[in-house]
């Protein structure tokens, strides 16, 4: 890790001092560093806008990876945001950018023009749902904290169900939701046998889909949930109302 990031780290826990403005996420020095800043964007209408900001040891030699997000903006604004910041980031030298890269944001116009029906229904209809699997959970406290963090930074609704297997359940845009799985393998969630710091290198994707009416908005905020058997492993599914999900990925669990 640079000392050139810890030191940007150190100034923007300064500038950005306010309530909830700033967070250190994630820190080693295997992976870096990921932060958070709640900041504005769209010059007068100053409209909230969630960033986070995964800063890989080698920065500032390479730009930092971005996650936008935002209840005051569509899906569609939030991911249009996201590429114009990492052009804008692979435009500037190699040197410390996070600070830049939020002011040049906050006079950036949101052109999007208001949703109508047909739009909010479009937006809808690109809405995924994902099944991951996972290869164990030593540091519960840890993971699920992490996991839970993610979703709601990324605007994802999801599920832990905990038991022979483990499993989670995402519901939202499939852009986050790609953004999460690369979060998995890329930020040390649990420890190993050993009890050393590890990814979830293990995760498969067990079934992804857009979201249809058999398949339908049971998921709010990111619940965990303990199970000891099948029957109630679906249980959980049909409470959710997932079950034709369940019936999908049902052979691959008893592999």
């Given at each position: 890790?640079?000392?050139?990031?810890?030191?940007?780290?150190?100034?923007?826990?300064?500038?950005?001092?306010?309530?909830?403005?700033?967070?250190?996420?994630?820190?080693?020095?295997?992976?870096?560093?990921?932060?958070?800043?709640?900041?504005?964007?769209?010059?007068?209408?100053?409209?909230?806008?969630?960033?986070?900001?995964?800063?890989?040891?080698?920065?500032?030699?390479?730009?930092?990876?971005?996650?936008?997000?935002?209840?005051?903006l569509s899906r569609?604004?939030?991911?249009?945001?996201?590429?114009?910041?990492?052009?804008?980031?692979?435009?500037?030298?190699?040197?410390?950018?996070?600070?830049?890269?939020?002011?040049?944001?906050?006079?950036?116009?949101?052109?999007?023009?208001?949703?109508?029906?047909?739009?909010?229904?479009?937006?809808?209809?690109?809405?995924?749902?994902?099944?991951?699997?996972?290869?164990?959970?030593?540091?519960?406290?840890?993971?699920?904290?992490?996991?839970?963090?993610?979703?709601?930074?990324?605007?994802?609704?999801?599920?832990?169900?905990?038991?022979?297997?483990?499993?989670?359940?995402?519901?939202?845009?499939?852009?986050?939701?790609?953004?999460?799985?690369?979060?998995?393998?890329?930020?040390?969630?649990?420890?190993?046998?050993?009890?050393?710091?590890?990814?979830?290198?293990?995760?498969?994707?067990?079934?992804?889909?857009?979201?249809?009416?058999?398949?339908?908005?049971?998921?709010?905020?990111?619940?965990?949930?303990?199970?000891?058997?099948?029957?109630?492993?679906?249980?959980?599914?049909?409470?959710?109302?997932?079950?034709?999900?369940?019936?999908?990925?049902?052979?691959s669990l008893r592999?």
């Amino acid at each position: 890790m640079s000392d050139a990031a810890l030191e940007e780290v150190s100034v923007l826990s300064s500038i950005y001092c306010g309530e909830g403005e700033f967070q250190l996420i994630q820190q080693s020095a295997q992976d870096g560093l990921t932060v958070q800043v709640n900041s504005t964007v769209g010059g007068e209408r100053r409209l909230d806008v969630r960033l986070l900001f995964h800063l890989q040891p080698s920065y500032p030699s390479c730009p930092p990876a971005i996650s936008v997000s935002s209840t005051a903006l569509s899906r569609t604004q939030c991911r249009n945001i996201r590429q114009t910041l990492l052009d804008q980031a692979a435009a500037l030298p190699p040197e410390p950018m996070v600070h830049q890269l939020v002011e040049w944001l906050q006079c950036v116009e949101v052109t999007e023009k208001c949703r109508g029906g047909e739009e909010e229904a479009k937006e809808r209809e690109e809405e995924w749902t994902a099944v991951l699997s996972l290869d164990h959970i030593r540091s519960r406290s840890r993971y699920v904290g992490l996991l839970e963090r993610w979703s709601r930074t990324l605007q994802l609704t999801g599920c832990l169900l905990l038991g022979q297997s483990i499993l989670v359940v995402l519901q939202g845009a499939r852009p986050n939701i790609k953004e999460f799985c690369r979060l998995l393998k890329t930020v040390k969630v649990d420890v190993d046998s050993s009890g050393k710091k590890c990814k979830e290198r293990m995760m498969k994707v067990l079934i992804e889909s857009p979201l249809s009416s058999s398949c339908g908005h049971g998921l709010q905020g990111f619940v965990v949930k303990n199970y000891e058997s099948f029957p109630e492993l679906a249980a959980a599914f049909q409470e959710i109302n997932m079950t034709e999900l369940y019936q999908q990925i049902l052979p691959s669990l008893r592999d």
